[in-house]
Structures are given as structure tokens and as C-alpha cells.
């Protein structure tokens, strides 16, 4: 398949995770060290997204994320975005973490499902980075590294043809295959059932470069129309007005891809009930995967070496909860169906004394500097996130 | 490794089942149980931002399976002719050649017998004629992703009797029936060419989106499109005797609902049900007449 997927697949869900972050961090309104008495303060989501989003679009991080490669696993992923989502003074429990991943995979699946051109999903890519940039407005620095790698996805992928825009399509397609996890502000807006299957509309606009079907055009041997006839069907399209903007700037004109969490509109997941296909493929991810090691070192090495911020003051952060409460955190902690459990991974590591040990002999690798305060923590941070896992 | 692609080639002799994947080119006995022949992708120079794997397998010309592969470019174009105006950056460049096979009545003594070079694009779709062609006319076409067409007849060795540009649109799928070319497009469009001349005969607007699956009925003409729009058409094709003018009527229309048709074909060769598969579907659904 597509050798160029995983840089889209990565920024789109980054993005999708950034908008369900930041609309927990103001319902849960975190009040920040220099809140004044009765004022909600919206200032403490900023240092968490800005610590996010810089980590995120670090520079060598996105060279090496640029490079042609297969896709990782989804475990490998799912450490990635685990990664980030505490590279700030944020902590995630489990089951907010498995909730936070829920919604970002079935979100962008839905929207490659969506996309009207196999190269829309660019477009869908440059409203993710345009709202990012929005997030971080008033952080020059950062901002530059949000433009530097928009400038590198314009380089890249602009010159591609629909084909191989539509094998990317297919790679990601395949990625998010028997992914049916039921979110409630889609069921709510009618755009999946309750099955968890979305629904593709057949009226609309149709793509750009698309004629609206119906129409048969006969010519005769001189190349001369000779005769038209047309045909009905149940679909109901339309042209479309103009085509989005793939520069740096400009109207994309398609919706996929913007930010539809507010705070009045609140996120649950419903854990779909199980299935065959769950079940077999929780079986499948069980076999040993000598790859997987590979990926966590490599993923780890990059982003274990990364500065990240300490909390100020010597504070130990705040958590943050997908949930309305703690209560039900802790009920949907204990009530994940199996076979959507991320823990798969975990039953080798704690089976396997070798591979335990050569998890260590890894960590022991990781590249330190200079002796850094927190660089103990981390490494403990990491195998204590595997063994969460 | 994922395989992109699996047909049954009938040959006079022997039936294969051909399978490509990112590896190469596999070749089993029809009932699965013996692997005749595999043939390994030849691109050790492609970079790793190739989506490399084969593409299009049809059986040809009696004893031939054709498979398109994707090439490097390797500094210099093989064709005769002068290369592009703008040479492409050859560190991201493929372009699409056919492979050509020479299968034995019986045994394993398959043997590579050429390689075809003529699109400057990856191979999409090769078909062979279902039908008769008529004199002058090739029995087999390629397509590329730029929506290329060439037209071949494989009497001893192949030869390219003619080429359609593409404009820039991928040519996903491509059928072969008297001397009549059906093509189907990213763009949701069916086009109908002359093989002999090359020339459009019909344009169709039959789809909203990306045409996965083109299958045709040899008995009747009947044509089979499958496309991401969620919906199935089956048109028919013919040949006014005394015009020559190739005409295509749409006969029926059926919506998978919320699904995306990957796969369409024919059950019978007169095309009277036929089978559709989908993006998420683990069912293989059947239509056939009430």
C-alpha cells in the first residue's frame, strides 16, 4: 500500500485529539495559578495545548514522520498519542485515555470515509492544521513549526496524482477497517447508525472534477455527438460552487476536518456490544509481534527525548477527565468490553521475563543529555505507561 | 503481506488462480492447492515512496497472462519516441510496464516471455476481449493511473496497435468486448472507444464518485459498474449494424445502502445476477432477477 499515509494519519488524529482536549480542558475549567477569586480562567488549557502541539510538530519528529514507511500498528499509535497527550502537565487515567483515542480514530475514519475526492483528505489535513494554528495564535515560535510542516505537506503531497491519493485513501481505509465504536454526537447528528456504521448520503454536491450522473453522451465514428438520453436513480446531487484551497492560506470550502466539539455539546462513547469480527481480531493482535519492539524503541528514543515542561512550582499537574465524573470514569474503566481493551500488549510484557528485561536494557538506552530532574521520572513514566497498557 | 488483487485466468488449457501483493506475482492451480509460479517484483531501485505491488492480471491470446508491475525510471524513458518535456523527478518517479507470461498446458514451466513498456503511469487495469474483435482491432487493453489506454494483439508476440492519452484522470477499471472498450474513472465517468480507431463512442455520467469495478457479460454485452458512491449500475452495450454506432442503455440501478462498493461482477456470462462487495461489508451480496 501507500508508503506516504503515515504522516496524514498522524497529523489528523493529532488535530482530532487537540479539539476533544481542548473542550474537556473548559468544561472542566482548570483553574490556573493566577485565577483571581470567581473568574473562570481559560488560561491553563494554553500552556497544555501549546506543550501538545509543540511537541507534536517537532521539527526532527516530523522528518523522521516524513520519511516513506508502512504504517505503525495500532498499538505502536496508540503509545505515540499516549505520549503526547502527557507531554504537559495533564494526566490522563486509562479510561479517559481509551475514550480520547475512541473518538479521535472513529472521527477522522469518518471523515476519509466522507471525503468527496481521494485528495480532499488534504483539505481535511489543512483545516486540522488551520485550527491548530488558531489554538497557538499567540505563540510566534510554535507557530512557525505548525507553518514549517504545512509547507512540507504542500511539498509532498500536492504533486500527487488522484491515484495515489487514492491508494492513501485505501491504506487509511484499511487502518480504520471493522472500527465501529458508536459516538454519541454522531448518532445525535444522524451521520451513524446505531449499528456504528456511518451513513454516506447520496445527494449533495458532488466532487470537484465530478459530473452529476444521469447524462449519455453518444458520438458517431467522426468523433460528432449524435444523440443524448438520460437515466434516473435514487441519488439526488448537485454541483458543486467552487473548489477548496490547497495553499497555505484559503477557504477549504469542505467541512471535514473542522472542529464540531463545543463545550454545550458534551462527548460520550457507547461501547458497541460484542462481535465476531472484535473478537478475531483481539485474537489476531494477541501473536507476538516482533515489529512491536522495534516501534516502541524507535517512537520512544524520539519522543522520551523531547523537552518537555515541568509544572511550575513543583506541582505534579492536574488530571483530566473525558467523563463528567469520577464515578463514571471509573465505571467505564471497569466495564470496557474485552475485546476493546488496548491492554492486549501488556499480557506478553508481563508474561515474558526476557522481554521485560529487554525493555529495560531499552530504557537504559534512552538517550539523556544532560542530567535533566524529571529524567528519571520519565523513564519510570514509560514503563509505567506500558504496564498500564 | 496485503494482496491487492486476485483473478482467475482461464486459459484453453488450464485455469490459474493469479494473486499479486506487494512481493510479487503468485500463480496456484485452480483449486488452490499447488503454487505453480511466482515471479518477484523486479524494482530493487524504487524508492520506498512507491506504493509498489502489481496491479491488472488477464489472461491473453491463448497461453499468456499479463500482469501490470510498476517500473523505476532509471534515467531514460524506453520508449522510441522523445520522453516528456519536463523529465520527473527521479527519485519519485515509476512508470507502468506489463508483464507478459508464457504458461504451459500443464506443469510449472512458466516463463517471463516480455515486458511491455508503453505507459508512463502505473498500470491500473489490463482486460483481454470477452468477445470478437473485429479486424484491425486489438484483444487486449492496458490502463494507467493518468487514464492512458493501449491497445495490443498478441498473436505470437504482443504488439501495440494504439494508444488513447488519458487527461490526467486514473482509468480505475477497463473491459474488452467486440472491438469496444469500456473504461470507468476516478471521476465517476464510463467512457466507451472504439479499439480499431481509438476513438470515443460514448460518455457516461453514471457515477459520484470513484468507479471501483467494471465487469462485463459476454453473452449479451451487459456491463456491470461498481463505485464508491454506494451505487451498482448494469448498462448495456451494442453494435448498431448498419451505423456502426456503438450505443450503451442503462438497464437497472442498485443502491448499497451506506456502503462503499469495492467489487462488482457478473455470476453468469450472461449477466443475468451478479455479486457486490464493500468497504466494512464482511457479506458477499447477491442480486439476480425477481
Redesign the interface.
Known amino acids: 500500500?501507500?508508503?506516504?499515509t503515515l504522516p496524514l494519519l498522524f497529523l489528523n488524529l493529532g488535530g482530532e485529539m487537540l479539539y476533544i482536549l481542548d473542550q474537556r480542558l473548559r468544561a472542566q475549567s482548570i483553574p490556573g495559578e493566577k485565577a483571581r477569586k470567581g473568574e473562570r480562567c481559560a488560561a491553563p488549557s494554553a500552556p497544555v495545548m501549546n506543550d501538545i502541539i509543540s511537541t507534536m510538530f517537532n521539527r526532527k519528529f516530523m522528518e523522521e514522520l516524513f520519511k516513506?514507511?508502512d504504517l505503525y500498528s495500532k498499538k505502536a499509535l496508540r503509545t505515540v498519542y499516549d505520549r503526547l497527550a502527557h507531554a504537559s502537565i495533564m494526566r490522563l487515567n486509562q479510561a479517559s485515555m481509551d475514550k480520547l483515542y475512541d473518538l479521535m480514530t472513529m472521527a477522522f475514519k469518518y471523515q476519509v470515509?466522507l471525503c468527496?475526492r481521494?485528495r480532499d483528505i488534504l483539505l481535511v489535513t489543512f483545516n486540522h492544521l488551520d485550527a491548530i494554528k488558531d489554538f497557538i495564535s499567540d505563540s510566534p515560535g510554535i507557530l512557525n513549526q505548525v507553518d514549517e510542516t504545512f509547507r512540507r505537506l504542500i511539498e509532498t503531497y500536492n504533486p500527487l496524482?488522484?491515484?495515489?491519493f487514492?491508494?492513501i485513501r485505501q491504506t487509511l481505509?484499511?487502518f480504520f477497517?471493522?472500527m465501529?465504536i458508536r459516538v454519541s454526537i454522531f448518532l445525535k447528528d444522524k451521520v451513524q447508525?446505531s449499528n456504528g456504521?456511518?451513513?454516506?448520503p447520496?445527494s449533495g454536491p458532488?466532487?470537484w472534477?465530478?459530473?452529476?450522473?444521469?447524462?449519455?453522451?453518444?458520438?458517431?465514428?467522426k468523433?460528432v455527438e449524435?444523440k443524448r438520453?438520460e437515466?434516473t436513480?435514487?441519488?439526488n446531487?448537485v454541483t458543486p460552487q467552487r473548489e477548496g484551497s490547497f495553499e497555505l492560506y484559503g477557504d477549504r470550502v469542505l467541512k471535514l476536518g473542522t472542529n464540531m466539539y463545543s463545550v454545550t455539546r458534551p462527548v460520550e462513547t457507547h461501547m458497541s456490544g460484542s462481535s465476531k469480527?472484535l473478537a478475531s481480531q483481539a485474537k489476531e493482535n494477541i501473536a507476538p509481534n516482533p515489529l512491536a519492539k522495534e516501534e516502541l524503541n524507535f517512537l520512544a528514543r524520539l519522543l522520551g527525548g523531547l523537552d518537555i515542561q515541568k509544572p511550575a512550582g513543583g506541582e505534579s499537574g492536574f488530571r483530566l477527565n473525558l467523563f463528567t465524573t469520577d464515578e463514571e470514569e471509573e465505571h467505564a474503566a471497569q466495564t470496557r468490553p474485552e475485546e476493546l481493551s488496548y491492554k492486549i500488549i501488556n499480557i506478553e510484557a508481563t508474561q515474558e521475563p526476557a522481554r521485560r528485561a529487554e525493555l529495560s536494557r531499552i530504557l537504559g538506552e534512552l538517550d539523556v543529555a544532560e542530567p535533566r530532574p524529571g529524567s528519571a521520572e520519565k523513564g519510570e513514566d514509560l514503563l509505567a505507561l506500558m504496564d498500564g497498557l | 503481506s496485503?494482496s491487492?488483487q486476485a483473478a482467475w485466468c482461464e486459459l484453453p488449457s488450464r485455469v490459474l488462480l493469479v494473486l499479486t501483493s506487494?512481493r510479487g506475482v503468485q500463480m496456484y492451480d485452480a483449486d488452490g492447492s499447488t503454487m505453480v509460479f511466482w515471479h518477484a517484483l523486479d524494482v530493487p531501485e524504487l524508492?520506498?515512496?512507491?506504493?509498489v505491488?502489481a496491479r491488472g492480471i488477464a489472461a491473453a491470446g491463448g497461453c499468456f497472462v499479463c500482469v501490470g508491475e510498476p517500473r523505476a525510471w532509471a534515467g531514460w524513458w524506453p520508449w522510441a519516441g522523445p520522453g516528456p518535456a519536463d523529465p520527473p523527478d527521479p527519485t519519485g518517479t515509476s512508470f507502468g510496464a506489463v508483464l507478459v507470461f508464457d504458461i504451459p498446458p500443464k506443469g510449472t514451466n512458466v516463463t517471463l516471455s516480455e515486458v511491455l513498456e508503453q505507459h508512463r503511469?502505473?498500470i491500473?487495469d489490463i482486460a483481454a476481449e470477452q468477445g470478437q474483435a473485429p479486424d484491425g482491432a486489438g484483444d487486449l487493453v492496458t490502463a494507467d493511473?493518468?487514464g492512458t489506454l493501449c491497445l495490443w494483439s498478441s498473436r505470437e508476440e504482443f504488439t501495440l496497435l494504439g494508444k488513447i492519452p488519458g487527461s490526467?484522470?486514473?482509468c480505475?477499471s477497463v473491459a474488452l468486448w467486440n472491438g469496444i472498450v469500456a473504461a470507468g474513472y476516478?471521476?465517476?465517468?464510463i467512457r466507451l472507444w472504439?479499439a480499431g480507431?481509438g476513438?470515443?463512442?460514448?460518455?457516461?455520467?453514471?457515477?459520484?464518485?470513484?468507479i471501483y469495478a467494471l465487469d462485463l457479460a459476454p453473452l449479451t454485452g451487459k456491463l456491470l459498474s461498481g463505485a464508491e458512491?454506494?451505487?451498482v449500475?448494469v448498462w448495456k452495450l451494442s453494435r448498431d449494424p448498419d451505423?456502426?454506432?456503438?450505443?450503451?442503455?442503462?438497464c437497472h440501478?442498485e443502491?448499497v445502502?451506506?456502503?462503499?462498493v469495492c467489487g462488482a461482477r457478473f455470476c453468469d456470462p450472461a449477466g443475468d445476477t451478479f455479486a457486490v462487495t464493500g468497504?466494512?461489508l464482511?457479506e458477499i451480496l447477491c442480486y439476480g432477477p425477481a
Do not use: K
Open positions: 500500500m501507500s508508503a506516504r516513506p514507511q470515509l468527496p481521494p496524482s488522484d491515484g495515489e487514492q491508494l481505509l484499511i477497517q471493522d465501529h447508525n456504521r456511518f451513513v454516506l447520496i458532488v466532487p472534477g465530478t459530473e452529476v450522473p444521469g447524462l449519455i453522451r453518444i458520438f458517431n465514428h468523433g449524435v438520453a437515466f436513480t435514487a441519488g446531487y469480527n | 496485503v491487492p506487494q524508492p520506498a515512496a512507491h506504493s505491488f503511469d502505473p491500473t493511473d493518468c490526467g484522470c486514473t480505475s476516478g471521476n465517476g465517468q472504439e480507431s476513438r470515443i463512442r460514448a460518455q457516461v455520467s453514471a457515477h459520484a464518485r470513484w458512491d454506494s451505487f449500475h451505423t456502426d454506432d456503438i450505443e450503451v442503455q442503462h440501478a443502491c445502502t451506506d456502503t462503499q468497504y466494512d464482511s
